[in-house]
């Protein structure tokens, strides 16, 4: 029988949770974890909460970003990454640690017009009443300028097919300003409806925050990338290759970005950020000359190997759900922040050192090694094993021919087994 899901949202959450268990046919366990995780706070953040859903936070150590020491909390359910980001800090921190570079930060909105007979008219138009319309950007978020931020300039791009984009540049100071830079377009977009007698199509801020960039860079005296048979000098080339495939080949650009995320991801999470914001930015920076590339950059004299990374990375310490979560403030405490420009620095260190931990893993022992090693544990754990059976299992993993699901189930039973009969 299918439940009814009818005005689900205005059931109680006892009543939700029966309606998903008669529909799921859940088993009274399987309930039991909508109570295990539930948080009562957590009705007034989502529609139709049901449970939290737990992600593992651990600390990401040894960064240096501009002469700071910083220890990092990241959110993620990968293993090796935690361990991988601080190998990629340690290799720095033994070089000076990184040094990051932050001229600008301001939010972008976009209010779209479309229809436009001569979008090139309509654009002077409004760029001749720019002043006009920052004073009534400001004037939707009064409290914003009172601390100093607010409407900064306004541009024009024709967008070709009759559309046409006025985009609104604002200092949304420690917020990442979503909903601020919203109301301020709508209200712009209302006085230039008046202006121009055209309806805007939509009002919204831009993800692809290009007035938001912020640089890491690193310099490595390529002595201390040697790794067991690779001398330095031969794994900071191959790094500089790896760092030219992933320029030339989407293919390779994909899965190297996706290294560089993982390191932003998990400290955006772990800070109460909106990390799909950061993604979506992220990946349009990373093909804004037309074709997607890797977003980093390593080149080496034969000496040091120098890396860069330049990413939009518009975050905030303040608003959104960051006041709601206490781990989201504790954190900003480990981190020892006191702007979102600081969090920015650290965040763009983060991805390099994610990255050159991975390149350097993949140019010399391959990425199983380390990689493989951690993920074991996460194995033998959706195998069956016990906490108690665990170093024993892991034991036997490490030589096993083949590391994959059926070998440890198998692994598990051969040992209850002994166990067993031991025990009789
Ligand atoms: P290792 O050579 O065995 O490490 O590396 P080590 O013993 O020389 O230790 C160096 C430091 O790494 C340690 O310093 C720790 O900070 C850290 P210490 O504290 O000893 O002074 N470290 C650890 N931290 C926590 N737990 C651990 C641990 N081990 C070392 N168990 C390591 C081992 C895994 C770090 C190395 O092989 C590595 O960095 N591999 C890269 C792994 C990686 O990138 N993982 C991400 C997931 S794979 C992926 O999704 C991205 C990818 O596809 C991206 C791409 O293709 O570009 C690869």
């Known amino acids: 029988m299918t439940a009814d899901f009818r005005h689900f949202y205005q059931k109680t959450w006892a009543e939700r949770t029966d309606i998903v268990a008669q529909q799921a046919h859940l088993t009274p366990a399987e309930q039991a974890l909508f109570k295990q995780y539930y948080l009562e706070q957590h009705h007034e953040i989502i529609e139709n909460y049901l449970t939290d859903y737990p992600l593992p936070m651990g600390l990401a150590v040894n960064f ?28 720095v921190k033994r070089a000076g640690g990184f040094t990051t570079t932050l001229n600008q930060r301001e939010m972008i909105g976009q209010i779209v017009l479309e229809h436009l007979a001569d979008p090139e008219q309509t654009a002077t138009i409004i760029e001749q009443h720019a002043a006009a319309l920052l004073d009534v950007a400001d004037a939707a978020h009064p409290s914003l300028k009172k601390r100093g931020g607010g409407a900064r300039s306004l541009r024009t791009r024709v967008l070709g097919q009759g559309y046409l984009s006025i985009d609104l540049f604002v200092d949304v100071q420690a917020a990442m300003g979503a909903n601020m ?18 309806d805007a199509l939509m009002s919204i801020l831009s993800n692809y925050a290009t007035a938001s960039l912020v640089k890491a860079e690193c310099d490595i005296p390529v002595g201390l990338l040697q790794a067991g048979r690779y001398s330095g000098e031969l794994v900071a080339q191959k790094m500089a290759s790896a760092s030219t495939v992933a320029q030339l080949d989407p293919y390779r650009a ?15 999470i772990a800070s109460g950020n909106d990390w799909r914001a950061l993604e979506s930015g992220a990946h349009a920076y990373a093909a804004k000359d037309g074709q997607y590339r890797g977003m980093s950059k390593w080149t080496t004299d034969g000496t040091t190997l120098h890396g860069e990374l330049e990413l939009p990375l518009p975050v905030g310490i303040v608003g959104g759900s960051i006041k709601i979560n206490e781990l989201a403030q504790l954190n900003q405490r480990l981190l020892g922040i006191q702007t979102a420009g600081d969090l920015e620095r650290i965040m763009i260190a983060v991805g390099l050192a994610q990255n050159l931990a991975a390149l350097r893993a993949l140019v010399t022992t391959g990425i199983q090694q380390g990689h493989m090693h951690l993920q074991l544990k996460s194995l033998a754990m959706a195998a069956g094993a016990t906490a108690a059976e665990l170093p024993k299992i892991l034991q036997q993993l490490e030589l096993a021919p083949q590391q994959d699901l059926a070998t440890t189930q198998r692994l598990i039973a051969d040992m209850r087994q002994i166990k067993e009969e031991t025990d009789d």
Request: proline share 3%.
């Open 181 to 198: 830079l919203n109301s301020m377009l709508e209200a712009v977009a209302k006085s230039i409806g008046v202006m121009t007698k055209t």
């Open 64 to 91: 240096v970003v501009d002469g700071v020491n910083r220890i990092i909390p990241m959110v993620t359910e990968e293993p090796s990454v935690i361990a991988a980001a601080s190998n990629g800090a340690k290799i």
């Open 254 to 268: 994909t899965t190297h970005n996706k290294g560089i995320m993982n390191g932003i991801d998990a400290l955006a």
